[in-house]
């Protein structure tokens, strides 16, 4: 037997709720509802590298099979010198080696955190074989060894740069998979403003290090690294609603915007100085310095959003009214609506006898 409420009952609870006023917005003690991240500047310097590691690779890739040898040897030292920097950065924010080490001990698909620590490693090996194959003296590369080094050299750089579009996006969705509001709420957005950025950074590497009339990959692996990460940065602040304050305020707001007007100026270099090494090569400098200042800038408004307790409050709160809304209008359903006609009350009892 159902039990039903008489419409004077509902009408009379639906005016007590609006005699109700709207709360306002508090934290207990004004305390933030989540720890902020502990993690410094070592941190969101490693995204940058590891972006910039893995999009050199691909242009070395590139480079190796269209026969351009000076952008192969400028891709393939300058992902080696950015994977270094990223083991120097990732082991100094661990704390000690050994936890590297540790992490390789399983293997769990639902953790971003294991997934891109064997990255890293099925990456490196490759990276590595190629980039020591540039190094090897004219002399050595005569010997038995140094031939075979050298015949390794393309596979090894290839197998690197099948694994770089997981490396150079991987660190997104590991920030994703956080409770801190900018980075879970942007996790749609994120790895494709992280790997145009990885591109636009390599691109202006190869820009920088290869004469212009081998630098034709590397200008265009920047346009289309730039667009991407241009288009997809306003997207992600469009979309994220009040959550996109932490990215358009503040530090992190100065950060991005000095990323968008250099990346701007790189993209407009890289379009005018395709005969002119200098404007080339300063044009590069301003993509790599903008994809290292949108890492930063994301990195802040993470570490924003988890300080201000609203980032996270009022977002679950609309989720939670959405959510009612929604399961109101399911079929089968008898929603309850208020006096005026508008937005059913969060009671709704099941249709039918």
């Known amino acids: ?13 639906t005016r007590e709720q609006r005699m109700v006023p709207e709360p306002e917005f508090r934290s207990y003690y004004g305390r933030p509802v989540l720890k902020p991240p502990v993690w410094e500047w070592m941190v969101p310097a490693y995204l940058f590298t590891g972006g910039l590691a893995a999009g050199s690779a691909v242009l070395a890739a ?13 891709g393939r030292l300058g992902s080696l010198v950015a994977l270094s920097a990223s083991g120097v950065l990732l082991v100094g924010d661990l704390g000690r080696p ?11 698909l639902t953790s971003p955190m294991s997934v891109g620590t064997w990255i890293i490693t099925a990456f490196s090996p490759g990276a590595g074989v190629a980039a020591i194959d540039e190094l090897v003296p004219r002399r050595f590369s005569r010997t038995l ?10 596979p090894a750089g290839m197998s690197a740069a099948l694994v770089a579009p997981g490396l150079a996006s991987y660190t997104a969705v590991l920030l994703s998979h956080t409770a801190v509001p900018a980075w879970k709420e942007a996790g ?7 790997t145009g950025s990885a591109a636009a950074a390599s691109g202006g590497l190869g820009m920088m290090f290869t004469p212009v009339d081998e630098a034709a990959p ?8 730039a667009t991407m990460e241009l288009t997809a940065s306003r997207s992600m602040e469009s979309r994220l609603g009040l959550i996109a304050e932490a990215y358009t305020t503040g530090r992190a707001h100065r950060l991005r915007r000095g990323s968008e007007l250099l ?5 407009v270099g890289t379009l005018l100085g395709r005969r002119s090494r200098t404007v080339s090569g300063a044009a590069g400098l301003a993509l790599a310095a903008g994809s290292a200042l949108q890492r930063f800038g994301v990195f ?10 609203k980032y996270t409050v009022v977002p679950q709160r609309e989720r939670l009214e959405r959510g009612l809304r929604t399961s109101a209008s399911v079929p089968g359903d008898e929603a309850v609506v208020g006096v005026d006609g508008d937005d059913p009350i969060s009671r709704a009892r099941p249709g039918g006898p």
Do not use: Q, Y
């Open 1 to 13: 037997m159902t039990r039903h409420r008489s419409a004077a009952s509902l009408t009379d609870t």
């Open 62 to 74: 590139g480079a190796d099979l269209t026969g351009r040898p000076r952008l192969r040897r400028a």
């Open 98 to 108: 050994e936890r590297f080490h540790h992490m390789l001990r399983v293997a769990k």
């Open 145 to 154: 060894l140094g031939r075979l080094l050298h015949r390794l050299a393309r």
């Open 188 to 194: 749609e957005v994120l790895p494709f403003v992280f």
């Open 218 to 225: 590397a200008r265009w692996f920047a346009i289309c690294g």
């Open 263 to 267: 990346t701007v100026a790189g993209l």
């Open 300 to 309: 802040e408004a993470g570490v924003v959003s988890a300080k201000d307790p």
